[in-house]
């Protein structure tokens, strides 16, 4: 019945369509691991130009820190408590976000709900380790602060 109509009979196994759907499910954790690393390097890059404008405009208070004898060590847990509390409060956004809208399209397709805790888990790691990451790249510049330079302006 099928002679003339240009296709081809396939005989598939059971086996053969699982191989084949293992391959795609492999692409697609793929897609899904290069979109979780280019979120987490535009997170990284707006963290760290977050801080640096913060630096920037604190230095008449870092400078203040320096003179009041606080060392840079001190002055640079400041900023890494204020980016880790950056990652904190953006990942608790993005996961409440992030499970009502998957909540959503769960009641919305009729599928069983499967949304497990340990899954949560790597999102919430990426997130708080990508803010303190940043703090620690922009914390940096403090040592590089003059003081007689801020004072003088």
Do not use: C
């Not at 699982?18 to 979109?35: A, G, V």
């Not at 509390?85 to 993005?94: C, F, I, L, Q």
């Amino acid at each position: 019945s099928l002679s003339g109509t240009g296709l081809d009979v396939v005989v598939a196994t059971q086996q053969d369509v699982i191989n084949m759907l293992s391959r795609w499910f492999s692409y697609i954790d793929l897609f899904i691991l290069l979109i979780i690393v280019l979120i987490s390097i535009v997170a990284i890059i707006n963290i760290i130009n977050i801080l640096a404008i913060t630096i920037q405009e604190n230095h008449k208070q870092i400078a203040t820190f320096k003179i009041i004898v606080a060392s840079d060590r001190q002055i640079k847990r400041i900023y890494l408590f204020e980016s880790f509390m950056m990652g904190v409060r953006g990942t608790s956004a993005g996961l409440v976000i992030g499970i009502a809208i998957s909540y959503l399209i769960i009641f919305l397709s009729g599928l069983p709900l499967d949304i497990e805790l340990s899954r949560l888990l790597f999102p919430v790691l990426i997130g708080i380790l990508t803010s303190v990451f940043a703090g620690l790249l922009v914390s940096r510049k403090i040592t590089k602060i003059d003081i007689e330079k801020v004072l003088n302006q």
